[in-house]
T-cell receptor, first 115, second 111 residues
Framework: EAGVAQSPRYKIIEKRQSVAFWCNPISGHATLYWYQQILGQGPKLLIQFQNNGVVDDSQLPKDRFSAERLKGVDSTLKIQPAKLEDSAVYLC?????????????FGSGTQLSVL | QQPVQSPQAVILREGEDAVINCSSSKALYSVHWYRQKHGEAPVFLMILLKGGEQKGHEKISASFNEKKQQSSLYLTASQLSYSGTYFCGTGRSGTASKLTFGTGTRLQVTL
């Protein structure tokens, strides 16, 4: 079975520029997650979608970050404008259901460097 | 609140055992364990649900003490392939699908 696809793999931008990441979850998975992983730390949940709707975005810096899930499938995460502290790996994950009893399947991530 | 893992790092020789602990200050519904190798995505190891169950496959097992809000991951007869950073992810009742990942434990297995 195909895994979670993310692109681009790497991105280097200057501060105040904008950037977008794309994620294609495993087919049929209802829940999609975006995590931010700063070097040396555990992944931090930014936003969680269940099908088309947002389940949790309490830790998403909404003044600069936005995310959408198109038709309950693909998702994009955007940062505008980027700050130096946004340098991190952005991981997309998906799971079949929503109850917390299922494992998360992670993509390879997008490594963002903000200069 | 982020669960705390201990130890932060451990170096083992091949064949030795290790225990990684995960503690939360909040009541837990579930605990997930993942392993991440450098530059790669986290890979699922196992899920434990409240009830104090213990699970395992091959030489990796885990326990979940609901009352103590703790989980432990047991690595037996470690292999070189076990090297990586181990993360616990905790889910709380009512928001179980929202995982909060721990601080991570770096494990290095040497010859």
């Amino acid at each position: 079975e195909a895994g979670v696809a993310q692109s681009p793999r790497y991105k280097i931008i200057e501060k105040r520029q904008s950037v977008a990441f794309w994620c294609n979850p495993i087919s049929g998975h209802a829940t999609l997650y975006w995590y931010q992983q700063i070097l040396g730390q555990g992944p931090k949940l930014l936003i969680q979608f269940q099908n088309n709707g947002v389940v949790d975005d309490s830790q998403l810096p909404k003044d600069r970050f936005s995310a959408e899930r198109l038709k309950g499938v693909d998702s994009t995460l955007k940062i505008q404008p980027a700050k130096l502290e946004d340098s991190a790996v952005y991981l997309c994950a998906s799971s079949p259901g929503t109850g917390g009893r299922e494992k998360l399947f992670f993509g390879s991530g997008t490594q963002l460097s903000v200069l | 609140q982020q669960p705390v893992q201990s130890p932060q790092a451990v170096i083992l020789r091949e064949g030795e055992d290790a225990v990684i602990n995960c503690s939360s200050s909040k009541a837990l519904y579930s605990v997930h364990w993942y392993r991440q190798k450098h530059g790669e995505a986290p890979v699922f190891l196992m899920i434990l649900l409240k009830g104090g169950e213990q699970k395992g496959h091959e030489k990796i097992s885990a326990s979940f003490n609901e009352k103590k809000q703790q989980s432990s991951l047991y690595l037996t007869a470690s292999q070189l392939s076990y090297s990586g950073t181990y993360f616990c992810g905790t889910g709380r009742s009512g928001t179980a699908s929202k995982l909060t990942f721990g601080t991570g434990t770096r494990l290095q297995v040497t010859l």
